[in-house]
């Protein structure tokens, strides 16, 4: 599991500084030229640099590191993620995809929240759940690139009307139609993704000439 560990690293390293780098540089000029066509392209061809990177992340992450971690420290219990690439909504990729973030959002937020003495809806506990996990989600990007600009938080709010949303396809269509699965791979991997990565890198660029 190390050895994955560090051969993945390795991996992503090349991909983002053989593939991403040079992408990145060009939507910067893009911007600046005010071309939505060129943009466009940047950000659709980033959107499977990016996607390669969080897979290659996600295994490293969540398969060969926490395995290993789990081997060192003798943990039975190794399930650390489901199978979120089949999520029929966005609801169950949120539930599957980090099942230790999940459990923990669970037990301290949300279950403190919708129980006495506070007993809120179910609804105002999701809401403040993904509030605060909006805000680390900012300070998680946003320290490193030198950037609180409010970009991952506003993309992890607009989680929950891509919720509402999935689930009502599901409803109308059906769990095994999959356009709840299609809205989660455009809204993550095609727009959300590498259009974040964009706005990050462009304004890090002009804070850092």
């Not at 923990?104 to 809806?121: A, E, G």
Request: hydrophobic fraction near 50%.
């Amino acid at each position: 599991r190390v050895t994955e560990l560090v051969i993945l690293c390795v991996a992503m390293w090349i991909v983002i500084q053989q593939y991403a780098v040079p992408t990145l540089v060009g939507s910067v000029r893009a911007i600046d030229t005010r071309n939505p066509f060129w943009l466009s392209e940047r950000v659709l061809k980033l959107s499977v640099i990016s996607a390669a990177v969080w897979f290659l992340g996600f295994y490293a992450i969540f398969h060969s590191g926490l395995n290993a971690l789990a081997e060192v420290l003798r943990f039975a219990d190794r399930a650390f993620y489901l199978d979120w690439w089949n999520s029929v909504d966005l609801a169950a990729y949120w539930r599957e995809w980090n099942l230790p973030i999940h459990y923990f959002c669970k037990r301290h937020i949300m279950m403190p929240l919708v129980s006495p003495p506070l007993s809120l809806p179910v609804g105002a506990g999701v809401l403040l759940t993904f509030l605060v996990s909006a805000v680390m989600h900012e300070l998680l990007f946003g320290i490193p690139t030198h950037c609180l600009c409010g970009y991952s938080f506003v993309g992890m709010m607009a989680q929950i009307p891509l919720i509402q949303l999935t689930q009502w396809l599901v409803r109308w269509r059906g769990p095994e139609s999959g356009l709840g699965n299609a809205v989660f791979w455009i809204s993550f991997c095609i727009v959300g993704q590498p259009l974040g990565v964009v706005q990050y890198y462009y304004t890090w660029v002009k804070n850092n000439p």
